[in-house]
């Protein structure tokens, strides 16, 4: 199907009805995505407030046809105001949001192939820190897949998991472990519940497991 052609408003002409239709449509479509954004953001984009009243308001409705009215309502507001920033502020926000999506996703999935037993992308993560932290990175991951698996076996909160998840997003954020995480070490014992073990690098003393507060 072909994209209809974006109406000429430098031609002297006036549109056509079946162009006006188009422009309403559009403005109901992207008044529909305005309305789909939490309260946070309609007040970050300044709305005039008769379309902010008008969005508000279509987001208390339930029924369908209520609804329906009340876009088209806000479609004729919008023929009011500058759509332009609107428009891009919109698909700039949908854009940060299938990024976060996709990168849950790719954190989701280390995290399941680490708990399944599969190291092969570990060194990968482990590359992503400071070359003075690798060595406790390693050790760490290893030690809350360890935790994850004892907390999964005995059906407790999976803190461990959570934490887990917490560390490897840090990691493909930046590389360092944020001040949080480390104040997290600080001041913890080793489990002494069967199957929290430590690694090698920690038995010394040295390392201690996260708190794995969520």
């Known amino acids: 199907m072909r994209k209809p052609k974006p109406y000429d408003y430098s031609d002297p002409r006036p549109p056509s009805r079946s162009q006006k239709k188009r422009d309403s449509s559009a403005l109901q479509v992207l008044g529909g995505k305005l309305a789909e954004l939490p ?35 806000i479609g004729a507001l919008m023929r009011e105001t500058d759509t332009d920033p609107l428009a891009h502020a919109v698909a700039d926000m949908e854009a940060g949001n299938r990024s976060q999506a996709r990168e849950f996703h790719i ?45 999964a076996a005995k059906n407790k909160p999976p803190r461990s998991s959570r934490t887990l998840f917490r560390l490897l997003r840090e990691l493909r954020a930046g590389g360092a472990l944020s001040q949080g995480e480390a ?9 002494d519940e069967p199957g929290y073990e430590q690694d090698d690098d920690e038995q010394d003393g040295h390392d201690a497991p996260l708190k794995t507060s969520f």
């Open 39 to 73: 309260d946070s953001a309609l007040k970050r984009l300044a709305l005039p407030p008769r379309l902010e009243e008008a969005i508000r308001e279509y987001k208390k409705l339930s029924k369908h046809e209520a609804k329906r009215r009340q876009l088209q309502f």
């Open 107 to 151: 954190v989701e999935a280390l995290r399941t192939a680490l708990l399944s037993g599969d190291e092969s992308g570990l060194e990968d993560l482990v590359a992503l820190a400071p070359e003075s932290d690798q060595a406790e990175v390693r050790s760490r991951i290893r030690m809350l897949v360890r935790n994850a698996k004892a907390e």
């Open 183 to 191: 104040e997290d070490n600080e001041g913890d014992e080793p489990g």
